[in-house]
């Protein structure tokens, strides 16, 4: 049985390419449902979306580029959906090679943009890093973390609506959902483009709320792999410290029992983060 699919691009002020984009997606896709989601944009974005026969959705406030994917895929009817950009970075061409994929079995494809086609160098060295990591989490290669060019199966994506942030950070948390809950994922390698207009994400302000997503990264997949390993290095610390005090002193130091308490209080932590995230997926897998 043939499934729909909807088509979502989360919009802010991409009026000088939004036009292009929609007029190839309804070339290539004329009985896919297009849904544009107008983040409260200062140009005209959301009445060239409408002239296309686009279905527009206005958020009376800037509230985020994960808030508008949130709410187009509330909106949306198909039973794949795909993401992508407005600002022409993402080729529609490409979208046909992560539907292959879902039609081979996969749950979530994602385009997985190569070094060369990184809007920064600062932002290259980030998603290298936020992808050693996560493939370190999750036992798996991952080879673009915050890609926002993926097709996905709509029940499972809607399944985790409520723990995507309104953020530019929500690839991550749904990525990252999808290994936790054992969804089967695959990397297609993309080429993006250049994008038309001025980009959305602040150096410094998102730059703080990416560094925010190593914890995330562990809260929601193993949260005793991140707060394992700074436990141990708590403990290792309190006993070199205490062994150094006692050969000098010949005592046990109160910053040595800091050290020891420290290490227990993460260790728990971490202890008490896994079951909460295990029961947290076991409720979403019945």
């Not at 997949?221 to 436990?231: H, R």
């Amino acid at each position: 049985m043939k499934q729909s699919l909807s088509i979502i691009l989360p919009c802010h002020n991409e009026s000088t390419s939004l036009s292009v984009v929609l007029e190839k997606l309804t070339y290539l896709y004329p009985d896919a449902e297009l849904i544009v989601v107008d983040d409260a944009s200062d140009d005209n974005s959301a009445d060239i979306a409408e002239t296309t026969g686009a279905k527009v959705i206005r958020h009376p406030y800037n509230m985020g580029n994960g808030a508008a994917i949130k709410s187009g895929a509330r909106a949306a009817s198909g039973d794949i959906l795909v993401f992508m950009d407005a600002d022409g970075q993402h080729h529609p061409e490409d979208i046909s090679r992560l539907l292959a994929e879902i039609d081979a079995g996969y749950d979530m494809a994602i385009g997985a943009r190569s070094a060369q086609t990184q809007a920064s160098f600062a932002r290259k060295l980030a998603n290298g890093f936020y992808n050693k990591l996560a493939s370190w989490v999750v036992g798996q290669k991952i080879a673009d973390l915050t890609s926002g060019f993926r097709a996905v199966r709509a029940s499972k994506f809607k399944a985790f609506l409520y723990l995507l942030p309104n953020t530019f950070s929500y690839p991550t948390t749904i990525t990252m959902a999808f290994f936790r809950a054992g969804y089967s994922l695959k990397y297609v390698p993309i080429h993006a483009g250049q994008r038309q207009g001025k980009s959305h994400i602040k150096l410094f302000n998102d730059g703080v709320r990416f560094l925010l997503i190593i914890f995330k990264i562990g809260t929601l997949y193993a949260p005793l792999k991140l707060f394992g390993p700074i436990s141990l290095l708590n403990f290792l610390m309190g006993l070199f410290y205490y062994a150094y005090t006692y050969f000098t002193d010949g005592r046990f130091t109160n910053m040595g029992a800091l050290l020891f308490t420290t290490a227990l209080l993460i260790f728990l932590i971490g202890l008490v983060s896994e079951q909460i995230t295990s029961l947290l997926y076991s409720e979403k897998m019945h």
